[in-house]
């Protein structure tokens, strides 16, 4: 979360605070994704970043997810997701207040990474 804030301050957007219902769902996508061994926003089951959001409790307006996987610091995740187009938006989007994050180690990329975002 540091360092996503850092990123925000150097683009005029206010900092983001942990959200226990957006922690969960981070948490359980990245749980989810070294157990079952697939890296994909969509869930085996078909379930979607929005679905399990919104299956966690949040009850906030706008939404978001970053995820990545093989990265071993938060520093190198962060430097890829800066590097992305759509993951760079995700992290600058001002209407964003609320943040989850999530880590797991396992499956076939050795680590998951998962942000989730609300506003």
């Keep these: 979360m540091a360092l996503v804030n850092t990123e925000r301050a150097r683009a005029g957007c206010g900092p983001v605070s942990i959200d ?7 948490q359980q996508h990245s749980d989810d994704m070294a157990t079952r061994g697939y890296f994909s926003h969509t869930s085996p089951d078909g379930s979607t970043f ?16 970053n995820i990545a996987a093989g990265q071993r610091s938060a520093k190198e995740v962060m430097s890829g997701w800066m590097a992305s187009p759509g993951h760079r938006a995700n ?8 943040i989850g994050v999530g880590y797991a180690t396992g499956g076939p990329y050795g680590t998951y990474w998962t942000q989730t975002f609300g506003g």
């Design 50 to 65: 929005a679905d399990r959001i919104r299956a966690a409790g949040y009850r906030g307006g706008a939404i978001g997810e």
């Design 20 to 26: 226990a219902a957006l922690q969960r769902a981070a």
């Design 91 to 98: 992290i600058l989007n001002c209407a964003y207040r609320d």
